[in-house]
């Protein structure tokens, strides 16, 4: 099995920054797409921004020019840099990964992190 374990969350002033970090462990052969997604209460989980074993990227209109995806494959470790937060990005943010392990390709998923921001 895969477990992904995040980072990082925390309660910020609107204008201000934070770092997660999510950790993948276990018996894995390859990691292809990792990924951070975001979940408020009563609403979808909604993608944030993906990126690909080769670095290519992908972010939600939302976060673009504010939130930075990076990811160190050595380490099997994403993180979500996010500047000029807003109350609106307050949420539990969950790392996601597509992995290779012993049991075939899957779809892993954290256990979430609480970020908020207030106004």
């Known amino acids: 099995q895969v477990q992904l374990v995040e980072s990082g969350g925390g309660l910020v002033q609107a204008g201000g920054s934070l770092r997660l970090s999510c950790a993948a462990s276990?018996?894995?052969?390859?990691?292809?797409?990792m990924g951070w997604y975001r979940q408020v209460p009563g609403k979808m989980r909604e993608l944030v921004a993906t990126?690909?074993?080769?670095?290519?990227?992908d972010y939600s209109d939302s976060v673009k020019g504010r939130f930075t995806i990076s990811r160190d494959n050595a380490k099997n470790t994403v993180y979500l840099q996010m500047n000029l937060l807003k109350p609106e990005d307050t949420a539990v943010y969950y790392c996601?990964?597509?992995?290779?392990?012993?049991?075939?390709?899957?779809?892993?998923w954290g256990q979430g992190t609480q970020v908020t921001v207030s106004s």
């Open positions: 996601n990964a597509d992995a290779r392990s012993w049991t075939g390709q899957n779809d892993y």
């Open positions: 276990g018996i894995i052969f390859s990691i292809n797409t």
């Open positions: 990126i690909t074993r080769a670095g290519s990227t």
